[in-house]
């Protein structure tokens, strides 16, 4: 990945962020399923993943100030770019028996050859977003920003021969005031929402769908004259 800052000018900055990572997890574990009548012998099973995943992702952030009347305004303008594409196989399959009394660690166990998933998934999403930090009065901060996203999933499920498309279009808003005491407390209010695109199948082999949140937030925050300790407060839902 990379981290690229230039100036534009004076007062405008240009920001891009590039990252890209490759995971690949190979596991295998043995579960306890069940417990025999004679309250001392395990049934167990056995469990397999061959999973791995890639993503890459790119935001663009164009950042400036201005003045408009008795006004300050710092304006943040981007373009977030996120590919994500992973495989899974897993598997499961018997495992010997555990006999509580007298356990035996280093029994064979079979590798797991009954498939219980199998499926490709690629996930792209493209987010716009713009933010305005307006700076008035004698102390006042306003924060405004939304976003917009554009996903779509494509999953393929090698098990069930079936291919499921996912597609999402979703606004996301946020505003928030702050009051700039001169001894050093803030108190502030703040709205916020937020999406989020989820890997992966639930217990019926559906792709998950995205997930939407909402919070509402106020607190304080204080900062002592001539201090590097900053004290916050804040109840929120």
């Known amino acids: 990945g990379y981290r690229l800052e230039t100036l534009l000018g004076e007062d405008w900055t240009l920001r891009q ?12 574990v043995v579960w306890a399923d069940s417990a025999a009548e004679d ?3 395990i049934y167990r099973l056995a469990r397999s993943w061959n999973d791995q ?5 790119l935001d663009t952030q164009l950042q400036g100030k201005l003045r408009a009347g008795a006004t300050e305004h710092t304006l943040l303008l ?7 594409k992973g495989r899974a196989r897993q598997f499961r399959g018997p495992a010997p028996d555990l006999d509580l009394y007298f356990p035996v660690y280093d029994q064979f166990i079979p590798v797991p050859d009954e498939p219980l998933n199998n499926y490709t998934q690629r996930i792209r999403q493209v987010g716009l977003y713009a933010q305005d930090q307006i700076r008035f009065g004698d102390g006042w901060t306003l924060t ?7 996903v779509r999933s494509i999953t393929e499920d090698w098990l069930e021969s ?8 979703v606004f996301s808003g946020r505003a928030g005031i702050t009051y700039l005491f001169r001894s050093g407390w803030a108190p502030y209010l703040s709205y916020t929402e937020s999406f989020l695109p989820n890997a992966g199948l639930d217990a019926q082999n559906n792709p998950y769908r995205s997930s939407r949140c909402k919070q509402v937030e106020a607190g304080v925050k204080y900062q002592p004259a001539d201090s590097r300790l900053l004290f916050t407060a804040a109840v929120y839902d």
């Not at 981007?78 to 994500?84: I, P, R």
């Not at 405004?144 to 554009?150: A, M, S, V």
């Not at 079936?162 to 279009?169: A, C, M, Y």
């Open 53 to 57: 995943m890639s993503q890459a992702g």
């Open 144 to 150: 405004l920003g939304g976003r917009k996203d554009h």
């Open 162 to 169: 079936k291919v499921t498309e996912q597609r999402d279009s």
């Open 17 to 28: 962020n590039f990252r890209y990572g490759h995971l690949r997890l190979d596991r295998r």
């Open 78 to 84: 981007g373009l977030d770019w996120n590919d994500q």
């Open 39 to 41: 309250q001392r012998t």
